[in-house]
């Protein structure tokens, strides 16, 4: 993969020249229609369609280790009350298990000690909340493609959605992101953070870092990884909480 850094230079000097070509150059899941049904404003699929000819694979950029914040804001719950996660907590997460399924070859279930054993990834990024604002720190996880490999996606998946433990008026939390994201290096299914242990308050004992977009999507708490062929039947159809409930968009590009 090309290890670019994305910038807004590049960004802006690319709109113009890639502009013509938005929806001539569809790809397989872009031009699908249930990919398309999935999206109720023509803009927001204009936006995904823009951000994915101009980013490619670039990466989000990364910061140095003197960047990390002092302190990083915490989103969303910080103190999930679902009993099997309280158990699971109080046992230090030793009989917690990572679920695996939906369009995949072999379902599985990974411990802690099995995602921590698989090869790592660290990055010192940063987060951008749809409030507006921002903290840079340090996340250490598993490629979520690893993950995905190692159950085998079937060729009929196009989404990766992910359900939590925590709940928002009474809900379970879940989000979703396309393969793209999914196998892009900088997500990660994050265990660390900032050389410790991911803390309770920012998503313990494995968060989503999906570095590319904006913080709703960096799911928190994540029990299950769950592969699926259309969004339509997750939530109200538009693949995420706030998505469903605040009309925030599905692609949340950055």
């Not at 987060?127 to 995905?148: A, M, R, Y």
């Not at 008026?169 to 997500?187: K, V």
Request: charged content about 20%; aromatic content about 10%.
């Amino acid at each position: 993969m090309s290890r670019r850094l994305l910038t807004r230079r590049r960004l802006l000097a690319g709109a113009a020249a890639a502009a013509p070509a938005t929806l001539a150059g569809c790809d397989r899941l872009g031009a699908s229609a249930a990919f398309q049904d999935n999206f109720l404003s023509l803009g927001e699929w204009l936006n995904y369609r823009v951000h994915r000819l101009l980013i490619g694979d670039a990466l989000a950029r990364e910061y140095r280790p003197e960047d990390v914040s002092p302190v990083f804001r915490t989103n969303g719950n910080t103190e999930p009350t679902d009993k099997t996660y309280v158990a699971h907590e109080k046992s230090g997460f030793a009989a917690w298990r990572l679920t695996v399924d939906g369009l995949v070859a072999r379902p599985s279930a990974f411990t802690l000690d099995e995602l921590r054993a698989m090869p790592a990834r660290s990055q010192i990024t940063r987060h951008d909340c749809v409030e507006g604002w921002s903290c840079v720190g340090q996340w250490t996880g598993v490629p979520l493609g690893q993950v995905l490999d190692r159950a085998g996606l079937l060729p009929q998946a196009r989404f990766i959605v992910f359900h939590c433990a925590d709940s928002v008026f009474g809900t379970d939390y879940y989000e979703s992101i396309d393969l793209a994201d999914a196998f892009h290096p900088q997500t990660i299914l994050a265990y660390g953070m900032n050389g410790a242990p991911l803390p309770r308050a920012h998503g313990a004992p494995v968060r989503l870092r999906v570095e590319r977009q904006l913080g709703y999507k960096h799911a928190k708490f994540v029990m299950r990884v769950e592969a699926v062929a259309t969004l339509s039947g997750i939530g109200r159809g538009r693949g995420g909480f706030w998505e469903d409930l605040s009309r925030y968009e599905w692609y949340a590009g950055i």
